[in-house]
């Protein structure tokens, strides 16, 4: 198992936003919907703009800013093209978010 690392403060979050952290020199998207967190790459697979934390938001999916591809937040499966974003595993121990790295 490896080591959980802290990547954001939970309080940094705001229902139906994205916001973008950085954790090894990997850009990751957090988002909060309906109180569940959704941690993903923040690049599209499209063009790989590292731009997703500031997409639109339809319930769990969210849609690139740049060229309008959608991704479903909780499989990472692109919904109307192809592609799948990286999912990462992250939990909340009080003000902390913490990101599970994958096994490399």
């Not at 990547?7 to 139906?16: C, F, N, P, V, Y």
């Not at 799948?84 to 599970?100: N, W």
């Amino acid at each position: 198992m490896n080591q959980q690392i802290a990547i954001a403060s939970a309080s940094a979050l705001r229902e139906g936003k994205g916001i973008k952290v950085t954790v090894d020199g990997e850009d990751i998207a957090l988002y909060l919907i309906g109180g569940q967190l959704y941690a993903v790459g923040n690049h599209c697979p499209h063009q790989h703009h590292s731009s997703l934390h500031e997409g639109i938001l339809d319930g769990t999916v969210v849609t690139c800013p740049m060229h309008g591809w959608s991704f479903d937040l909780q499989s990472g499966q692109c919904v109307n093209g192809a592609g799948r974003l990286k999912r990462f595993k992250v939990t909340v121990e009080g003000d902390k978010i913490f990101l599970e790295p994958p096994e490399r």
